[in-house]
């Protein structure tokens, strides 16, 4: 025995007969020298408890150094119970990466996911993965390929992990699909960036901003602007809003019945704002859909463009439009105070909180939507009309309002608040009532002020 060098294998000649030679560092790893002269590398060990011979390769197509890098690696799989012929076989069959991701867009990704989620995946693959490690055989990918991956797009934390995990989903097929071992998934390794949390949402005077912009594109723009009325004062998600049809809407009752969002399917209540919005939209006999696009019978398709006209006029650069969403959610949780009540109307939550919402009614959600969709309403108007003396009045009792701390569920008589006539609780943290009556004498409002008690 000798170590396996190009000299010792230079120095081998036939003789008459098959003849192996072992190396005397890493055992079982050999070369056989045939009578006809030709060498080839191997490695003899042990499965499921019978003595195997795996050829390795030729003397010439792997030079010592390199059979003996593999030859570890198939002792390795030996280890581990699987068979090196069988990983050659598979490697041989395996294709690259980017064929793999071209199977599991069309024959994985239809069936299982929603339209929107499947143009995410495609454009992780075609984006991110197929650009670095494309050409990599899907048996060869390593955790060392993976880590590389995330790692270059350490400038887009939250891309990075949404890529890893669509990579990992691919894995789990090529493993179902028989492109590699089970439980080999390389993207198990890869540990995430930390993502922060982005919670952006409208304050009033930003509300005042973004509907002064809106009228100023009502005339060039106006499926635009009435989409994104919509949103803000639903609540929903841009495609739920997108791809709404009429048959889904309910002026009476005032709710959008969804068959599917990305909840699944669910019912939005809405207020009598939005209700005017959508009474104003003209119903063509060719178009199933409310926000109408360029192409007969489609819905729009094109938003980002004209909202970032709309958002740069109202000085909101940073504002994405599903921060309207966030608006909304955070004016009914400061009116209401109810966060089960909002997550109802938004239909965000998972199955297993979803449980807790069953109790409530209609018809205190739906009230609940009138109330945020007229807090709404005072921003985002206030600026679109001429201000008068009735409205500057209005917005001062509001005011009040908000800094006595009341809504209209804590006060009995809704009719006198409609009125601007205030029923308030009297507290030390209060604004006294005799300045509250001050006030309104002095606007020129009689005021009715009792203690609810």
Known sequence: MAKITIRFVSSLQPNGRDKDYFDDELKGFGIRVRKSGHKSYFIMNRLNGMLRRFTIGPHGAFTPEKARTEAKKMLGDLAKGRNPSEEKERSRNSPSIRKLGERFLKEYCPSRLKP?????????????????????????????????????????????????????????????????????????????????????????????????????????????????????????????????????????????????????????????????????IPKLTDNPYVIIGALEGDHLKEIQKPWRKIRATAGLDDVRIHDLRHTFASHGVILTGSLPMVGKLLGHTRPETTARYAHLAADPVREAAQEISEAISKSLYYAERKETPEENIGAQLLDLRERLGINRRTVENRAKLDKAEITAIESGDNMPINAIMAYADAIGYKLSVSPIG
């Open 116 to 280: 929107t989620t499947q143009r995410e995946y495609k454009r992780s693959i075609e984006l991110f993965i197929n650009p670095m490690i494309g050409r990599t055989c899907v048996t060869n990918l390593s955790d060392t390929n993976v880590v590389e991956l995330h790692q270059s797009m350490s400038d887009k934390p939250y891309q990075a992990n949404r890529t890893i995990g669509v990579l990992s989903i691919m894995m789990k097929q090529a493993e179902k699909w028989g492109y590699r071992e089970k439980k080999t998934n390389p993207c198990f390794s890869v540990e995430k960036f930390k993502e922060k949390g982005r919670e952006r949402f409208l304050s009033s005077e930003e509300l005042q901003r973004l509907g002064k912009a809106l009228s100023g594109f009502e005339t060039d723009k106006p499926i635009p602007v009435t989409l994104i009325r919509l949103l803000i004062f639903t609540g929903c998600r841009l495609s739920e809003i997108q791809t709404l049809k009429w048959q889904h809407v309910d002026l009476e009752k005032r709710q959008l019945n969804l068959p599917d969002s990305k909840t699944g399917e669910k019912i939005v209540y809405f207020g009598k704002e939005c209700e005017q919005i959508l009474r104003n």
